[in-house]
């Protein structure tokens, strides 16, 4: 293919070249691409440090990132919450805090043989957001998520807690996270809901049966986790690639034999769009995902200031009809992939 940039619609943006969406009905605006806080709590993550992740959140502000995704169970002890407080709260440098939208979820925490644990009493709830609050060393989150529903709790029970913790302003909004459908109408119909988080990416798109419709209907938030697939999409693992001792993805049908193998198929297509747009394969994937219908902005992981700025570079220009069609035909050429839970 011979390139032809001429063919990117950028679309107007602001003054840091982002595009921002409002969240939910509030009158929060967030970017369309977030970082991703996990990856910083360098738990299942290899080659994490401070110094890294600290370049990394301040990189992720430059590239016009303005929201932070993390949760209190991110770190054995609070790591990613205490990494965001020192580059984005007290830093030296840090931004106005009234320009960054901070979200952090309760509801799960490590036992002492390393498992998670589900957890959504209000006691529990009522704990970890106050926890968080002073590991992040701020007065309020911008969005609080229940991380994801407790078979021991009633959902309305951890409704009702979260509504009153909105209501005490130590939150500007709720959402929830690895729901189902009914566990959102159930959740909504207690404590009103700004956004979900689930798992979503052009392999994993389950939710646009039930859960968009359902968002768009009343005017919830999708923010998408697992965009780039743990990787997978971004173009970066070739297809002999070994895994080192301590990497998480091999467990996923979606990293092994011929579901690899297909997946690498697929991601060729991609990279064959990508060299005719002059952009990397991430943010063709990215760039997709934040244009899908319903879906607000996308979770994008980091660990490293040179992987959010370059997924930060999928916001502000969209694919036109023609590239849109080619990866509609790579999607169905891949077929339908064995479902990956999200774990």
């Known amino acids: 293919m011979k390139a032809s940039h001429n063919r990117i619609k950028i679309l107007n943006d602001d003054s840091q070249h982002t595009k921002r969406r409002k969240l939910g009905t509030t009158d929060i605006e967030i970017s369309t691409v977030a970082m991703g806080c996990w990856p910083i709590a360098g738990m299942t993550s290899l080659n994490v440090n401070d110094d890294d992740s600290l370049r990394t959140l301040k990189a992720a502000v430059d590239t016009g990132v303005n929201f932070f995704d993390t949760a209190h169970c991110y770190g054995r002890d609070g790591e990613s919450e205490r990494l965001i407080a020192q580059s984005l709260i007290s830093g030296s440098n840090a931004p106005d805090r009234t320009q960054l939208v901070l979200a952090t979820k309760g509801g799960i925490q490590w036992g002492r043989d390393g498992k998670q644990i589900l957890d959504g009493s209000p006691e529990t709830l009522q704990l970890q957001c106050e926890e968080s609050l002073r590991r992040l060393q701020t007065e309020y989150v911008d969005l609080l998520y229940l991380h994801a529903p407790d078979p021991k709790t009633p959902v309305a029970k951890s409704a009702e807690a979260m509504r009153k913790i909105m209501e005490s302003g130590k939150t500007r909004s709720i959402g929830v996270s690895n729901f189902n459908l009914q566990q959102l109408h159930d959740f909504h119909s207690i404590c009103p809901v700004t956004a979900i988080q689930p798992p979503y990416n052009m392999l994993q798109r389950q939710i646009e049966k039930d859960i968009i419709p359902w968002c768009v209907e009343n005017q919830v938030s999708v923010l998408v986790y697992w965009p780039l697939m743990k990787g997978l999409l971004a173009g970066k693992l070739p297809r002999d690639h070994q895994f080192q001792p301590g990497d998480g993805r091999p467990k996923y049908a979606m990293f092994q034999g011929d579901e690899w193998q297909k997946n ?80």
Do not use: Y
């Not at 198929?265 to 991430?282: C, P």
């Open 264 to 343: 690498q198929d697929f991601v060729d297509q991609l990279r064959l769009i990508a060299n005719e747009l002059g952009k990397s394969v991430a943010q063709i994937v990215v760039n997709w995902t934040i244009h899908q219908p319903g879906i607000t902005a996308a979770l994008c992981g980091a660990k490293r200031a040179t992987q959010i700025e370059e997924t930060a570079g999928a916001m502000a220009w969209t694919l036109d009809a023609p590239m849109q069609e080619l990866i509609t035909t790579a999607l169905q050429q891949r077929g339908t992939p064995v479902p990956m839970s999200a774990v």
